[in-house]
C-alpha cells in the first residue's frame, strides 16, 4: 500500500483546527464566547478575577471560592528580590517584553513552588507585578509594589501610572483586561500549548508565550497603534495618512483580524467606553475624533474592521499609562489564558510536532574547501 504524504495546509495554519477546545472561541461574525457566555455579557457583569476564575475553571465562581482565588493572587504576588536584580541588569535599553520574559524564566529557577497547580498560580499573581516594573526596574528606579485590599485591575493600575483614576475610569480598565484575558487559538496561546505539549513546566510556557507576544502582528499591535495616532495627531489629516499608506503598502495597525471580518465585538465595546469616558471628563474628543474617522476611512476603502489593540490604546494613554507598556498589560492578563491553554493541552497531551515539505535541492555532492 502506497504511503501518503503530509496533508497540505493553508500558510499560517489559516482555517485550520489544531485542538478541541472549551476555553473560548471567536467567530467571523463577530461572536465572542468565554466558556460558553457571550462577552458582552461578561463585560457588562463579571469581575476581572470571575472572568479569571471561570477561563481557568471551567465555571463561574461561588462567593467563597471568588473569595480564595482573589486570595491567592494577592499572597502570592510577592516577587523575589532577585528577580527584579536580573531585571535591573538588563538595563534601560532592553525591550520590556524581554525584561519581563527573563524575568519569568527566573523565577522559574528560584521559585519555590512545587506542583503545576502552585507555579500557575505563581505566575499569574507576579505577571501584573513584572509587566507593571519592567520599564522602572531597569531604569535604576524602586519597583511598585501590590497594595492590600484592592482587587486585581486596581493594583494593576496603581501599579503602571501614578495618575489617580476614577471609579469609571477603573471600571473601563478592568473591561479591557477582560478583553486581553482570553482569545482562543492565538499566536501566543498555541506557543503555550506546543511548550505545554513537551510537557515542560509552566514558566517554560508563559516563557514561550511572551517571546511570541512580542511581535507587532500579535500584543504589539496595541503600541503601535498608539504610536500612530500620535504621529496623526489631527482627524482632518486621516485620510491623507491612511491613502499614503495604501499607496506605499504599509499595514495600518490596529485593523484586521485573522478570525474577525465585520467587526471585532471587543474594539466596539472599547470605541463606547472610551467615549463615555471622554464625556464624563469633559476633555478634548480629538482622540476619539481622529479613531473614528480612520476607522470609516478603513472600512470605506479596504472593509477592514478594527481590532481590540486600535481602541484599547487610546484607552490607555488617557488613563497616562506609557506606550511601552501597554503590551506588558497585554502579558498581565493573557497569562491566565495561557495557562488555560497549559492545562487543556496537558489533560489529553500529544506532543506537537507537524511535518513540512521539503523544496530545497538533493543529490548535492561535497566540494573540498580549497576549490570552493
Not at 478634548?284 to 489593540?309: T, V
Request: aromatic letters at 10%; charged letters at 25%.
Amino acid at each position: 500500500m502506497k504511503e501518503s504524504g503530509p496533508i497540505r495546509v493553508p500558510k499560517g495554519l489559516a482555517g485550520v483546527s489544531v485542538a478541541d477546545t472549551k476555553i473560548s472561541k471567536s467567530a467571523s461574525d463577530g461572536a465572542l464566547v468565554y466558556r460558553g457566555y457571550p462577552i458582552a455579557e461578561i463585560a457588562s457583569n463579571a469581575t476581572f478575577e470571575e472572568t479569571a476564575y471561570l477561563i481557568l475553571h471551567g465555571r463561574l465562581p461561588k462567593s467563597g471560592e471568588l473569595e480564595s482565588f482573589s486570595g491567592d493572587l494577592n499572597s502570592n504576588s510577592k516577587v523575589d528580590d532577585g528577580v527584579f536584580r536580573v531585571m535591573a541588569e538588563l538595563g534601560s535599553k532592553a525591550h520590556p517584553i524581554d525584561v519581563i520574559r527573563t524575568a519569568v524564566s527566573s523565577l522559574g529557577s528560584i521559585d519555590s513552588k512545587q506542583g503545576v497547580p502552585a507555579q500557575e498560580t505563581s505566575i499569574e499573581s507576579k505577571m501584573s507585578v513584572l509587566a507593571a516594573n519592567c520599564q522602572r526596574v531597569p531604569r535604576g528606579e524602586a519597583p511598585r509594589l501590590p497594595r492590600e485590599g484592592l482587587k486585581f485591575s486596581d493594583n494593576l493600575l496603581q501599579m503602571l501610572t501614578s495618575k489617580k483614576a476614577s471609579e469609571f475610569d477603573r471600571w473601563v480598565f478592568e473591561r479591557v483586561l477582560i478583553f486581553y484575558l482570553e482569545h482562543d487559538m492565538n499566536a501566543s496561546s498555541f506557543t503555550v500549548r506546543v511548550v505545554a505539549s513537551t510537557l515542560a513546566d509552566p514558566y517554560a510556557a508563559a516563557s514561550a508565550g511572551l517571546a511570541s507576544l512580542k511581535g507587532p502582528l500579535h500584543g504589539g499591535a496595541n503600541e503601535a497603534a498608539m504610536e500612530m495616532f500620535l504621529e496623526v495627531s489631527d482627524p482632518d489629516r486621516a485620510a491623507e495618512y491612511l491613502e499614503l499608506a495604501f499607496k506605499q503598502g504599509r499595514k495600518v495597525m490596529g485593523f484586521g483580524h485573522r478570525v474577525y471580518k465585520q467587526f471585532d465585538p471587543r474594539a466596539r465595546l472599547c470605541k463606547e467606553y472610551l467615549a463615555e469616558m471622554i464625556k464624563r471628563r469633559g476633555e478634548d474628543d480629538r482622540l476619539f475624533r481622529l479613531s473614528d474617522r480612520m476607522e470609516r476611512y478603513m472600512w470605506e476603502k479596504k472593509k477592514i474592521p478594527p481590532n481590540l489593540d486600535y481602541y484599547a490604546a487610546p484607552i490607555f494613554y488617557s488613563l497616562g499609562i506609557d506606550v511601552p507598556l501597554y503590551t506588558p498589560i497585554f502579558a498581565a492578563s493573557r497569562v491566565f489564558g495561557w495557562m488555560a491553554h497549559y492545562n487543556e493541552q496537558v489533560e489529553d497531551n500529544k506532543l506537537i510536532r507537524p511535518d513540512s515539505v521539503y523544496v530545497g535541492p538533493s543529490g548535492l555532492k561535497y566540494t573540498p574547501l580549497d576549490k570552493r
